[in-house]
């Protein structure tokens, strides 16, 4: 399956969060990149989640493509075009889903992804009508 995947399924592996009833998000996050090694997905993620990961980490590009150590054939980084920030943008307008979760809908459909991999579901409520939303247990 070709996923896209959110910053913070990243962030809750950076900073070994814990979910509700106290769920620790970074082994059920390590499981995910597990089976994505073992070739069941691929990951799709754009300039936009390594900035989102860099803001809320504190870390520096470098330290996050560290994070792609041994599944670097397995993940791609997509491209933003200035008609993708448009579309985006005016989503977001339109519906108040946010900017970046906006172009992260917008990234998944160009790139032909069957779904986006997110932690916080409810902030693609707007999104399930077009491609399908799932948390890392969930594959």
């Known amino acids: ?18 979910g509700r009833g106290l ?10 990149f597990e089976r994505v090694i073992d070739c069941l ?6 300039r936009a989640v390594i900035q ?19 599944f670097e054939d397995k993940i791609s980084i997509a491209k933003i075009s200035p008609a993708d920030m448009n579309v985006a943008e005016n989503l977001d307008k339109k519906q108040r889903v946010g900017r970046m979760d906006a172009l992260h809908l917008i ?11 997110t932690w916080n579901k ?5 999104a399930e009508e077009e ?9």
Request: aromatic share 10%; charged share 30%.
């Open 23 to 32: 769920e620790f998000m970074t082994h059920r996050t390590k499981e995910f």
């Open 131 to 139: 491609i399908k939303v799932l948390d890392p247990r969930e594959l």
């Open 52 to 70: 989102e990961i860099s803001k809320i980490t504190l870390l520096r590009d470098a330290e996050i493509n560290n994070l792609f150590d041994g």
């Open 107 to 117: 990234i998944a459909k160009k790139e032909k992804c069957n779904c986006v991999v």
């Open 1 to 18: 399956m070709k996923c896209f995947v959110d910053s913070n399924v990243f962030i809750s592996l950076i900073q070994d969060e814990f």
């Open 41 to 46: 997905h691929t990951v799709v993620i754009s």
């Open 122 to 126: 409810k902030h693609f409520l707007f």
